[in-house]
């Protein structure tokens, strides 16, 4: 799942919604840290596994938002003599995984990444323990190769991508099919052609 669709979702809905990231894997897993989740009423984008955790943590996230405190959840799928995690489909490591109700200053932060990733700019979620047991958060741009912060067990980040462009030169008849196309698939389209009209 893309994080410009769930960034745009939190714009477009004001319905609770729970924040899920992968903060920690030990051994092998479906996603690697980093990764997002989100969580609202009726239902789920993106996952963290191929089904394996999804439904337990989705019984959490009303806890989360009625609290609007986040909460860690560790998975220990390790062990080869538990069938119910399912190795055979990628579930078999060890997940911290970061439930974070979507309100106050996260809320707000994910609103100005949604400005910035609509003028094309990738950016990364940086959150800090604080001292009381929450988050601070803050946004970096993308300069250059990542530096995994998700090592350091106060700091985790997250990278929020807009989705790719495609510019499309000439504006025929052939133009409007693959432009709509492109949008279905996930491209912001832009069209340059001499014509004004």
């Known amino acids: 799942m893309?994080?410009?669709?769930?960034?745009?979702?939190?714009?477009?809905?004001?319905?609770?919604?729970?924040?899920?990231?992968?903060?920690?894997?030990?051994?092998?897993?479906?996603?690697?840290?980093?990764?997002?989740?989100?969580?609202?009423?009726?239902?789920?984008?993106?996952?963290?596994?191929?089904?394996?955790?999804?439904?337990?943590?989705?019984?959490?996230?009303?806890?989360?938002?009625?609290?609007?405190?986040?909460?860690?959840?560790?998975?220990?799928?390790?062990?080869?003599?538990?069938?119910?995690?399912?190795?055979?489909?990628?579930?078999?490591g060890k997940i911290k995984v970061v439930l974070e109700p979507v309100k106050g200053e996260l809320k707000r932060t994910l609103l100005t990444a949604n400005e910035?990733?609509?003028?094309?700019?990738?950016?990364?979620?940086?959150?800090?323990?604080?001292?009381?047991?929450?988050?601070?958060?803050?946004l970096e741009p993308v300069a250059g190769p990542m530096i995994s912060m998700n090592d350091d067990s106060n700091v985790f980040c997250t990278l929020l991508v807009p989705k790719p462009r495609l510019v499309i030169f000439g504006g025929g008849h052939d133009a409007g099919p693959i432009a709509a196309l492109a949008t279905r698939v996930g491209y912001r389209i832009a069209i340059a052609d001499w014509r004004e009209g």
Not at 21 to 38: F, N
Not at 62 to 71: K, T
Not at 77 to 84: A, E, G, R
Not at 116 to 138: C, H, P, Q, V, W
Request: aromatic share 8%; glycine share 12%; proline share 4%.
């Open 2 to 92: 893309d994080t410009h669709d769930i960034v745009l979702h939190i714009k477009n809905n004001d319905s609770p919604a729970v924040l899920a990231s992968l903060v920690g894997v030990e051994g092998h897993s479906y996603r690697k840290a980093g990764a997002v989740m989100l969580f609202f009423e009726g239902g789920f984008m993106g996952s963290l596994s191929p089904g394996c955790l999804e439904s337990d943590l989705q019984l959490r996230t009303s806890e989360i938002w009625a609290s609007g405190q986040p909460e860690v959840v560790e998975y220990d799928m390790l062990s080869p003599d538990d069938f119910s995690w399912g190795e055979a489909v990628g579930c078999g």
């Open 116 to 138: 910035r990733m609509a003028m094309g700019e990738s950016l990364i979620l940086l959150r800090k323990t604080t001292r009381l047991g929450g988050y601070s958060y803050s």
